[in-house]
């Protein structure tokens, strides 16, 4: 439940909590009116940003954005009204895990590991705090990824995950049943800004839950390797100074039955410890320079931890070449929205696999955006 991007490169302008804590006053800067929801016009992505599969990554340097897969702005015209975090949600969120959240966590895991045989292997470096933390997530990659963070977190308190509304409330069934189970505070890029997920955030931490978020912001990227993080964790980071648990994830990119999957928790860490000397021991004013510099730092720390791990894990979730993917488009694209997928494979993906296997190569798996809708394999 990803927050999509603004386009490639690392230019904050095209981070909405980040532009919402930087920006002065109710207007943007050409003086126009901004409707609710909707982007100002020099956020907005040309549609063809979110059809070019990015360039290869040099082998040196920090990590690059993804493209986006969809157009959040023209969603949120043709919604009317966005409401995004405690709004949406419309009560505080809860971290004991009632029976209804249960049941559908155990029916999630015979499904997924039952039914389509997914293989999970789960490790944790250590113990957890008992509640009230922040989850940093990646490398996000597919509508996975959040059933991996469950299955790897005890059932209770409760994970509420910061998700993309775009990508997860796709119909009005869908946003009714999620508000009522609960889990998902969306946000809009484009939307009402940094304050309203600052206060998602409190209010979880504050009930003694756990806040996740997955700050890549969509599930394009590359394959093993993390796509640059936007710094809106950062900022919900400083502006709540909870403990901080990393998870680093691997295997979603592409899904078959029997497909291996890998997530590591790792140590529960602080803003203190990731950010070392350049850490005064007080938060920055909110909305300052300072805190901002301090958010890009963070986001380098968060990378430098999970980078390696992601990789490490990726190597684990490889088949061998000649392995059958059975359903490989139909469960990859499950719950996935309309928009490309762009899945840049690594030097040693393994591209001889997927055609030997009869499939598309690895990371090409089409655009659901109009009459290009993959089939199953």
Not at 8 to 14: C, H, I, K, L, Q
Request: charged share 25%; proline share 11%.
């Amino acid at each position: 439940m990803p927050v999509e991007p603004g386009g490639g490169g690392r230019r904050d302008r095209a981070d909405p909590v980040v532009a919402a804590a930087t920006t002065a006053g109710p207007e943007p800067a050409d003086g126009a009116p901004r409707a609710p929801g909707v982007a100002a016009p020099e956020a907005q992505i040309p549609e063809a940003a979110t059809r070019e599969a990015a360039a290869p990554e040099p082998s040196t340097g920090r990590p690059r954005r993804a493209p986006a897969r969809i157009r959040p702005e023209s969603l949120a015209r043709r919604a009317g009204e966005v409401r995004e975090g405690l709004t949406w949600l419309g009560r505080p969120p809860e971290a004991r895990a009632g029976l209804l959240y249960r049941l559908l966590v155990a029916l999630a895991r015979v499904v997924l590991v039952g039914c389509f045989r997914f293989r999970i292997e789960i490790e944790q470096e250590g113990p957890l705090p008992s509640g009230g933390y922040l989850v940093v997530a990646a490398a996000h990659r597919g509508w996975m990824d959040p059933f991996l963070v469950l299955f790897a977190l005890p059932v209770e308190p409760r994970p509420w995950f910061l998700g993309s509304g775009p990508s997860t409330l796709t119909s009005r069934f869908r946003a009714a049943f999620i508000r009522r189970v609960g889990g998902l505070l969306p946000v809009w890029r484009g939307g009402v800004g940094v304050e309203q997920h600052v206060a998602a955030a409190r209010a979880v931490l504050e009930a003694g839950g756990v806040f996740v978020q997955m700050p890549e912001g969509t599930v394009n990227g590359p394959i093993g390797r993390l796509a640059a993080f936007r710094h809106g964790a950062s900022l919900i980071a400083l502006r709540t100074l909870a403990p901080i648990v990393l998870v680093a994830m691997a295997g979603t990119e592409e899904l078959y039955l029997g497909k291996r999957m890998a997530i590591r928790v790792l140590r529960p860490t602080t803003v203190a410890e990731l950010l070392g000397a350049t850490w005064r021991g007080a938060p920055p004013p909110p909305g300052s320079r300072t805190e901002l510099e301090l958010a890009r730092r963070l986001s380098a720390a968060f990378e430098a931890r999970l980078g390696p791990v992601v990789a490490e894990l990726h190597r684990r979730t490889v088949d061998p070449p000649g392995r059958r993917r059975w359903s490989r488009r139909r469960l990859t694209w499950l719950f996935l929205g309309p928009g490309p997928l762009i899945h840049e494979p690594t030097a040693e993906a393994d591209d001889s696999a997927g055609r030997e296997a009869g499939g598309a190569e690895p990371g090409a798996f089409g655009d659901r955006s109009g009459t290009d809708e993959p089939t199953e394999d």
